[in-house]
């Protein structure tokens, strides 16, 4: 697939929607295991192709969903799947 970007301007979805739905997929498919860390916001927010600002937004996003941990001054991690935890 390359290093292309999952951000396409043209759909009816905002564009933190569409990153945070990105690392979700990366997540649901093991590219992200649980404990990893997320890259950094900034470093994120150019691979993507995208403000930082958009990249926070869509962490606060998959934290409330549950899929991550951000820890302060550490990173971000990928959450222990709650089912895996039963």
Do not use: F, N
């Not at 905002?14 to 093991?30: M, S």
């Amino acid at each position: 697939m390359g290093d292309q970007s999952p951000v396409d301007p043209s759909r009816p979805v905002y564009v933190w929607q569409q990153v945070a739905d990105w690392i979700a997929h990366r997540i649901e498919t093991g590219e992200l295991q649980p404990g990893a860390r997320l890259e950094g916001e900034r470093e994120l927010a150019e691979r993507v192709g995208v403000a930082v600002g958009t990249v926070r937004r869509a962490i606060e996003d998959l934290r409330e969903r549950g899929l991550v941990v951000t820890l302060p001054a550490k990173g971000t991690y990928i959450a222990e799947r709650p089912d895996a935890t039963s």
